[in-house]
C-alpha cells in the first residue's frame, strides 16, 4: 500500500517548496558526509523522461579546479554585462555566485544523449534537459530541508567547464551548484528582494484552455 502522508507532513513539503532560496552568500563551513549523500541521493531519486536518468554529479574538490571555475565565471559577468543596457551598472552590484565560499561545489552534468525515444521523440534535447532540472530540484528541496544552502550558477561556457571536468563529447555542463551552511536565508527570491524582478501572480501565468494572453508583466526589458 502505497505511503499516506500526514497533514504535519503535508504541511512541511510545503514549506521546504516555499522557503527554498537560490542563495548567494554562504557561511563556510563543512557539510557532513551522511547528509551530502541525502541530498545526491534526492537528487538521483528524480523523475526523468523514459526513465533516462541522464544526470551525472561530479563534486569538485581540488581548490586549483574550483579557482579555474571560479575564473570563467566572472569571464561569463562581464561578458553578460556587456548585454545589460542600462541596468550593466545594476547588475554589476549583484552578488551571483558564493563559489569562493560554499562548503560544497557540485557541477551537474547533462550526460551524452543514449538514444532514448521514449518521451522525447519530438523534443529529444528539451526533454533531457527538463529531466536534469529535476534532479537540481530536488536537490534544491533536500538541501533547504536540511537547512543548508544551495545556489544554481549558470554564468560560463559548457564547453569550457566541459574541458576543466573532463567530460566526455556531447555532455554538456549545465550548473555549478553552491552548496552549504548559510548565516541566514533571504526571506525572499534575492532578485526580488534586490529589485531586480518580481514574482508574477497566479492570474498571469496560470489561464484555461488557451495560452494566457500577453500582458506588460510579461515583457522583460533586460
Known amino acids: 500500500m502505497s505511503k499516506q502522508f500526514s497533514n504535519t507532513e503535508r504541511e512541511a513539503i510545503y514549506s521546504v517548496i516555499h522557503e527554498r532560496r537560490d542563495m548567494r552568500h554562504f557561511a563556510s563551513g563543512s557539510v557532513a558526509p551522511d547528509v551530502l549523500q541525502r ?20 563534486r569538485i574538490t581540488r581548490p586549483e579546479l574550483r579557482q579555474q571555475l571560479i575564473a570563467l565565471v566572472e569571464a561569463e559577468k562581464d561578458k553578460t554585462a556587456d548585454q545589460m543596457d542600462a541596468r550593466k551598472t545594476e547588475f554589476m552590484r549583484l552578488k551571483v555566485e558564493g563559489i569562493r565560499d ?8 547533462l550526460a551524452p544523449d543514449d538514444g532514448t525515444v521514449f518521451g522525447r521523440r519530438t ?24 537547512n543548508l544552502g544551495m ?11 566541459a574541458a576543466l571536468l573532463g567530460c ?25 528582494q534586490e529589485g531586480w524582478r518580481k514574482r508574477e501572480s497566479m492570474d498571469v501565468v496560470l489561464s484555461e484552455n488557451q495560452f494566457p494572453l500577453a500582458t506588460d508583466a ?3 526589458h533586460g
Not at 102 to 109: G, H, N, R
Open 102 to 109: 560554499c562548503a560544497e561545489l557540485i557541477a551537474v552534468v
Open 218 to 220: 510579461l515583457v522583460y
Open 151 to 161: 545556489g544554481w550558477v549558470s554564468f560560463f561556457e559548457p564547453a569550457d567547464v
Open 123 to 146: 523534443m529529444p534535447e528539451e526533454m533531457a534537459l527538463c529531466s536534469v532540472s529535476c534532479a537540481i530540484e530536488n536537490m534544491w528541496l533536500a538541501a533547504r530541508a536540511e
Open 39 to 58: 541530498i545526491l541521493e534526492a537528487a538521483h531519486a528524480a523523475p526523468s523522461v523514459g526513465y533516462m536518468q541522464p544526470w551525472r554529479f561530479v
Open 168 to 192: 566526455p563529447e556531447t555532455a554538456k555542463p549545465m550548473a555549478l551548484l553552491c552548496l552549504g551552511p548559510v548565516k541566514a536565508f533571504y526571506d525572499k527570491p534575492m532578485l526580488e
